[in-house]
């Protein structure tokens, strides 16, 4: 396998280790400081300790997996305070991306259904101990016996853990396609510009829920909207409030989504879920620490 040095040191590993960490976390910050402190493990080694490890690929990912089951155990209080509801980090498209200081950890991860922002709002639902056995194992296709060792709980439990998680996967799970959600978030786009409230009441699911994060630093909605017809108005409202905003169709977290920028600066990022030809869930972004890769 070569020097053990020079293979924790590689651009693929890191980017294994990112990937995890940001399905495990949600946070592109919290991930990047996991596996900055898991390389930092790594390198307070002894070298002769460093030798002896035969994999250290898999030696640096239980050792993430373990960082980020303490980082979901301190997180959960942290964000009770967060002012508002807290939402995982909105990625960009490949071809969006600022690509200047500090986007390397985005430009890092795989767009894929695990990162969807629907997919990852389940995984909060979930203990820390659930997370990280299910997305180990159902993403990632660690062993459970592998996975034993960062949860510290028998294989069998672990599979217990994961089992239990992909109940809660499945019972959120929309069956919207990519194609159907593009085109049903471009009538919301169209109707949102026009501020056709009725247009945007077909639209939405009447039992819709939109969920804003604004960390208390911009203004939103500090408790998620319920009702397809509040949201409608509440749309309606925030374009009126709004002059000179543009809105583009663009990919959050790899599924279609909306982005407002007012004088070429973003200023809200939305994301969607859809179930058949309605909107089900709208992920609205605006605090401006979570959109810095969107810059």
């Known amino acids: ?39 930092a493990r790594w390198y307070a080694l002894p070298r002769s300790r460093r030798d002896e490890i035969v ?25 009770e305070r967060y002012v508002g509801a807290w939402l995982p980090d909105p990625l960009p498209g490949h071809g969006e991306r600022d690509h200047g200081p500090g986007a390397d950890p985005a430009d890092q991860l795989v767009l894929d259904e695990s990162v969807t922002m629907a997919f990852l709002v389940v995984l909060e639902s979930m ?4 997370r990280v056995a299910f997305v ?27 089992a239990s998680a992909r109940r809660r996967v499945r019972d959120g799970r929309s069956p919207a396609t990519t194609a159907g959600q593009a085109e049903v978030v471009r009538h919301v786009k169209e109707a949102w510009e026009a501020k056709d409230i009725a247009a945007l009441v077909d639209i939405l ?14 203004g939103a909605a500090l408790r998620p909207i319920e009702g397809g017809t509040r949201i409608a108005r509440y749309m309606a409202a925030i374009a009126d409030q709004a002059p000179g905003l543009e809105l583009l169709e663009r990919p959050v977290n790899g599924t279609p989504g909306l982005v407002a920028r007012r004088d070429g600066a973003v200023m809200t990022v939305a994301a969607f879920d859809v179930a058949g030809t309605r909107v089900t869930r709208i992920w609205v972004f605006r605090n401006p620490e979570k959109l810095g890769p969107w810059a």
């Open 205 to 218: 699911d009447p039992a819709a829920v939109m969920t804003a994060d604004g960390g208390g630093v911009v």
């Open 136 to 162: 180990l194992h159902d993403v990632f296709r660690y062993p459970f016996a592998e996975i034993a060792g960062i949860v510290r709980r028998s294989p069998a439990a672990c599979k217990q853990l994961a």
């Open 55 to 79: 994999s250290p690929g898999a030696w640096l990912t239980t050792v993430t997996g373990r960082i980020c089951l303490d980082v979901l155990g301190s997180a959960r209080a942290r964000r």
């Open 1 to 39: 396998m070569g020097e053990a040095g020079t293979i924790v040191d590689g651009a693929g590993e890191r980017r294994q280790l990112l990937n995890v960490a940001y399905r495990l976390l949600g946070s592109l910050a919290e991930s990047e400081d996991a596996v900055q402190e898991a390389y």
């Open 127 to 130: 203990t820390p101990a659930e």
